[in-house]
């Protein structure tokens, strides 16, 4: 199975770009690269997914790199709101259906 | 649209003790996937359903048992609570059984005592 390593925490000041690491070196080639947040006593919320390309939604821009072991998600402009934690996540097929594997994620602190 | 809510919100059952958590999937979701989430780690894949069968389990004992309606609501169930038992149990619908993007709802939170 894939797996992800991220950094436990990481700081932003506000008003800066928050960039999250993650390497998934074992990915494979059909397996998505998804990104999920989760705020204090709240359920992950999703923000953005890729397979290959860059990625940019209202939320965040995700970069894979060309060989697809890693990937950063970008908060272009972090606000205090966007204090959580951070998981990267890659798709895994499991008898018919997907199963989403979280790590322990990195907590980002947005710091006024 | 409504969301994936989930009920109740919090609860306190006493060790070897049965419980039942409920599910609503947000509306046009087929799929419904169940996660524990001990406190300060992330979520674990307990199991996901699809057309009101089993189609994925992680690594949880067979106490922890699921079910899907055909509205697509779903319940979880586990037998015999043990006090490693206590969590946020987090339920999460999307619309097909590999589709992208899951939505979350808040949780139940359990406490075994």
């Known amino acids: 199975d894939a797996k992800t390593t991220q950094p436990p925490s990481m700081d932003c000041a506000e008003g800066r770009a928050a960039n999250l690491p993650c390497n998934h070196s074992t990915i494979s080639g059909n397996e998505y690269v998804y990104w999920y947040r989760q705020i204090h006593s709240q359920g992950p919320q999703y923000i953005i997914h890729?397979?290959?390309n860059n990625e940019t939604n209202e939320m965040a821009s995700l970069i894979i790199t060309e060989d697809r072991k890693s990937s950063t998600l970008i908060l272009p402009h972090a606000t205090l709101r966007d204090t959580a934690v951070y998981y990267c996540i890659v798709r895994i097929p499991n008898t018919g259906g997907f199963k989403t594997i979280f790590g322990a994620g990195t907590r980002l602190f947005v710091k006024a | 649209e409504t969301g994936v809510t989930q009920s109740p919100t919090h609860l306190i059952k006493t060790r070897g003790q049965q419980v039942t958590l409920r599910c609503s999937s947000q509306s046009g979701h087929n799929t419904v996937s169940w996660y524990q989430q001990a406190l300060g780690q992330g979520p674990q894949f307990i199991f996901q359903y699809y057309r009101e069968e089993e189609n994925g389990r992680g690594n949880f004992p067979p106490r922890f048992s699921g079910l899907q309606f055909p509205n697509y609501s779903s319940e979880l169930n586990v037998n015999a609570l043990e006090l490693d038992d206590s969590a946020l149990y987090l339920c999460a619908s999307s619309w097909s059984s590999g589709g992208h993007g899951y939505t979350f709802g808040s949780g139940t939170r359990l406490t075994v005592v």
């Open positions: 890729g397979l290959k």
